[in-house]
């Protein structure tokens, strides 16, 4: 599985961006795709995911009501819709995307595209 994210930039607070995740290879196998973000010095942490099929989604509390998380199927990319941004949300955004075959789960990131937010 391949994942490249795309759709980062520089914008002011309370503006809005849109991260685009493209899947290829075994996208068939993904149970589950998901936006994790990471600032310098601290610990990647979840903002948002979705179970393929079921479609379901999860946020992290200080994205709820700000950003949404969608799927194209039919182009195997996965969206985050981030609106009324603010500078804590400046970080890097990953793509991850979990496989889980037989038991065994295994976790796959894309390269990570940055979002910086100015007050």
């Known amino acids: 599985v391949q994942l490249v994210e795309s759709g980062g930039g520089s914008v002011q607070t309370g503006e809005s961006l849109r991260l685009s995740c493209v899947a290829s290879g075994r996208t068939f196998q993904i149970n589950i795709m998901g936006w994790y973000r990471q600032v310098p010095g601290k610990q990647r942490e979840l903002v948002a995911d979705i179970t393929i099929g079921g479609e379901i989604a999860t946020y992290a509390d200080s994205v709820k009501g700000r950003f949404t998380i969608s799927r194209d199927a039919a182009k195997n990319t996965m969206y985050l819709q981030m609106n009324d941004l603010k500078p804590e949300d400046t970080a890097v955004y990953y793509c991850?995307?979990?496989?889980?075959?037989?038991?065994?789960?295994?976790?796959?990131w894309g390269q990570g595209t940055q979002v910086t937010v100015s007050s």
């Open positions: 991850r995307g979990r496989t889980v075959i037989a038991g065994t789960r295994e976790d796959y």
